[in-house]
């Protein structure tokens, strides 16, 4: 009997993912799945009336990149311009309340004003706000403004009334609450521990949906077919968050398949829970997660020596290696894989430290466990990965950040080792990429770029940012599509264009492969397909 193909996409360049070049030939679609791979002359068999044939010329056909690490639903609220107003390019306080006044005259229907990004230190006054002026402008209207570091928020009073902070409010761990001199509250409040709760009350008068919508066609756009959803963040309750994310399911909403990953609890119910509930194709439950330091900026990344600005300090780790020993001991006992948030070399020597110890009692398992960021890694700790069999996921667009200002975090010499991605695909890493959305947009185009060149858009630094470390174009195609999946659990059925997987699949404007590393920037997706349904389409 004649096999039939719904479509069939040609083209002299489709990378599989098998190799790292592009092969010519020709991809058979038939419902969700990919029916054949091969030359065109091998298509015959599943051509028939009814099959769309799209010659694609010469470009490029990959598998729908899968960004492994993203914050979905807060990055696409914060990232919503009718839910969240920019202030990072405000220069003054009265610049900021303008812009609120304006904001909330225009969106009369949200209950919160939510806004973010405002910095006092580039403002002349260098005054840190409060909320008097706020107060004058929206007296009956909660107002909630997240600091460009996240590490404070400035509210109106309002605001302070709906939490029920007062004067007398004592500070909360880890958060502290700013009074006026006469005791009477300023408006800011710093750390999440004082500012979680309010964040909450405001994320969650927001339009989740709307906004995940407006994200999920923006994905679509790029061609990523799937996202490895870690940390709700934003006060938001992974609980509350993956009930949106099945609802939408229910509603045909999801285009994009998401991965759900939880906390790294010692108590596995939810997790039980979740692997139960969320198994469908679009949205399924695939580990867990945990932070164990902080970031490096603030020197709060866990360094095995101290930061080259700042010899009293190598930062620290938020949870003890015996802690987390344990924790990842129950997870593998009961089949869960793990992400660890790993910033610093000492971090990421820890983790693979408890990974490893694990392994010498529960023997090694057909666990995709992960090390997320790897900013920084110990030579000695490179060959450990392949050998633990712990997939490297990093975020390409990170490198090119904050060049300068990471020479003088960890000095030359740590330098060498600084997103070693190249180092660590040598010694045969699983290399996974993500975006960390909402820190970076979702084009995968730019990471890829970054990976390869290790500079900036404009070219900075000359030569790239420690470019002994940078990757090929195929190696960073492989860590946006198979690597992600590998993680997710999914790589034999996601990741690459082999029969039988399921059609997630991108045609982009260009064979990137005969392009400059700047026309990568430019690249366009012509057509984005997910289990065999046409998401987004130019061509
Ligand atoms: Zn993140």
Redesign the pocket.
């Known amino acids: 009997m004649k096999k039939h193909a719904d479509s069939i996409y040609v083209s002299s360049a489709i990378f599989t993912g098998n190799s790292l070049e592009p092969m010519n030939g020709a991809i058979a679609i038939a419902g969700d799945r990919i029916i054949a791979v091969g030359s065109m002359d091998s298509m015959n068999e599943y051509i028939d009336d009814n099959t769309k044939v799209v010659d694609c010329g010469d470009k490029l056909i990959v598998p729908g990149f899968n960004d492994s ?1 993203v ?1 979905f639903m807060y990055g696409s609220m914060v990232r919503d311009e009718d839910f969240c107003l920019s202030l990072y390019d405000c220069t003054s306080e009265e610049e900021c309340v303008k812009r609120v006044k304006e904001f909330a005259d225009k969106h009369p229907n949200n209950p919160w004003i939510f806004g973010s990004g405002w910095n006092h230190n580039i403002w002349p006054s260098a005054k840190v706000p409060d909320r008097h002026l706020l107060d004058k402008i929206l007296p009956d209207k909660p107002v909630y403004l997240s600091s460009w570091d996240i590490h404070t928020a400035w509210v109106n009073k309002k605001a302070l009334e709906l939490i029920g902070y007062d004067r007398n409010t004592p500070n909360l761990e880890n958060g502290f609450i700013e009074h006026f001199p006469d005791g009477e509250l300023s408006g800011i409040l710093r750390e999440p521990g004082a500012f979680d709760p309010v964040q909450k009350l405001a994320i969650q008068s927001g339009d989740s949906k709307a906004a995940l919508r407006k994200y999920l066609k923006e994905a679509a756009k790029y061609g990523v077919t799937s996202l490895g959803n ?2 709700p963040y934003g006060g938001l309750e992974e609980k509350e968050v993956f009930e949106v994310y099945k609802e939408m399911e229910e509603e045909g909403l999801l285009t994009s398949r998401i991965h759900l990953f939880g906390e790294l609890k010692k108590d596995l119910t939810d997790a039980k829970e979740y692997a139960k509930k969320y198994c469908s194709k679009k949205l399924c439950f695939a580990g867990l997660k945990k932070i164990t330091d902080g970031i490096c900026e603030s020197h709060t990344g866990y360094l095995l020596e101290p930061y080259t600005d700042d010899p009293m300090t190598k930062g620290e780790l938020q949870v003890t290696p015996e802690e987390l020993t344990e924790l990842i001991m129950n997870a593998d006992s009961e089949g869960f894989n793990v992400r660890l ?1 790993c910033i610093g070399d000492g971090a990421v020597r820890n983790a693979l430290d408890c990974f490893e110890a694990v392994q010498k009692v529960n023997g090694r398992k057909n666990l995709h466990n992960a090390i ?1 960021h790897i900013e920084n890694c110990h030579p000695e700790d490179i060959a450990r990965f392949a050998k633990l069999g712990v997939i490297a996921s990093m975020q390409p667009m990170h490198i090119i950040q904050n060049t300068d200002e990471y020479l003088k975090l960890v000095g030359k010499k740590r330098l060498e080792t600084t997103w070693p991605m190249r180092d660590l695909i040598d010694a045969g890493t699983i290399m996974a990429f993500g975006t ?1 959305f909402p ?1 970076i947009g979702l084009n995968p185009m730019e990471g890829i770029y970054a990976a390869i060149t290790r500079q900036t858009f404009e070219g900075y630094p000359e030569g790239g940012f420690v470019k002994n470390q940078s990757i090929t174009l195929g190696e960073a195609l492989k860590a946006y599509t198979y690597g992600p999946a590998y993680v997710e659990n999914c790589e034999n059925e996601l990741g690459t264009l082999n029969v039988g997987n399921l059609a997630d699949i991108v045609v982009l404007d260009k064979n990137l492969f005969t392009a400059k590393p700047k026309e990568i920037l430019e690249t366009k997706v012509l057509m984005t397909m997910v289990g065999g349904e046409v998401i987004h389409s130019e061509l």
Do not use: A, L, S
Request: aromatic letters at 0%; zero cysteines.
């Open positions: 690490h914050h870690v940390q948030h997320e960390d820190v």
